[in-house]
Every structure is written in C-alpha cells, then in structure tokens.
C-alpha cells in the first residue's frame, strides 16, 4: 500500500473475504501507519460476522489508498473500524471486479483478470507505449547524426583501448 499524501510504501496483509460488504482498515493499522482520516459526513453502524456490534462502535473515518500488488495498482477507500488482528479486510464486491485466481492450496493470489480500467493494466500500456517512443526516438537521433554506430560509443572506445594495446607507441598517429 502506499499513503497517498506521502507517497510511503508500506506492506499489509490483506484478507479476502467473500463474506464483507465493505473495504476495511483496522483502526491500529491506520494509526500505527499514520494515515490521514477523513471524517465521514455520518457514523456508520457496523456489526461483526456473528451479528454483533463492532467493539468499536460506529465508523466515523475513512481512508484512502493505492494499493500495489504483483503489477496490479488502484487507488481504494476503506473504512476505518476495529477488526482484531486483521489488518485490512477487501470485499465482495471488490473480488468479483477483480476477479483474482486464487490457489487456496497455496494461498497464491494472481491478478490476470482485472478490468481494463485498472492501473496495472495501464501502467504495461504505458510502459510499452514508453519503450516505443525511447526505440522511436534513438532512430531519429541515429538518422539526425547520419552515425552508423550511434549507440555504440563505449563499444567502439573499447576497441581502440585495444587497438592501442596492441600496437607499439611508435606506430600511433
């Protein structure tokens, strides 16, 4: 995850439960990580699994969030609540948008079918739109100084390097 004021890089364990209808932040990890809260507009009554009420009572805060993993990137809300040792808790809805492979054996989450309207996806689309350009750029350079070995300068100072080895002092122009 990464804190969308700082830019700060931090590493959560999420679970992913088909049973929640919600995004959720565990109040400790918000704290301990300092993520900026914001107020919403009214509380929000929550209750756990069993149908209690959360020992936190109301939602009153959210936060929001990019979130990385394997290549995957979006920017999420999740409401702040307690949820034990639970760090951060995805959802339903959000499973059924993303549409991971899970291995349950081993517990391996791959995201190879996300919408096309999610960051990973157009962040491959840009870095190959970006290697396009540096490929198309280098040939115009190249035709620009009429070099048929631009690009090579190292190369080609290596190779005198060794020529001048070589070949006695006395001979050099």
Known sequence: MEKIDTHKGIMIKALLDSSATGMFMNRQTAARHGFKLQKLERPLLIRNVDGTNNSGGAITHQ?????FYKGHMERI????????????????????????????ETGEVKMTRCPPLCGGRSQK???????????????VRWAID?????????????????IEEMVLKKFWK
């Open 63 to 67: 936060v929001e969030c990019n979130v």
């Open 77 to 104: 809300r999740m409401d702040v609540c307690d949820l034990g040792k639970t760090e951060v808790i995805l959802d339903i809805p959000w499973l059924a948008a993303y549409n991971p492979e899970i291995n349950w």
């Open 125 to 139: 689309r840009e870095k190959i739109k970006r290697v396009a350009i540096e490929e198309e750029e280098k040939i």
């Open 146 to 162: 009429d070099k048929e070995d631009w690009g090579r300068e190292e190369e080609i100072e290596e190779d005198h390097r060794k």
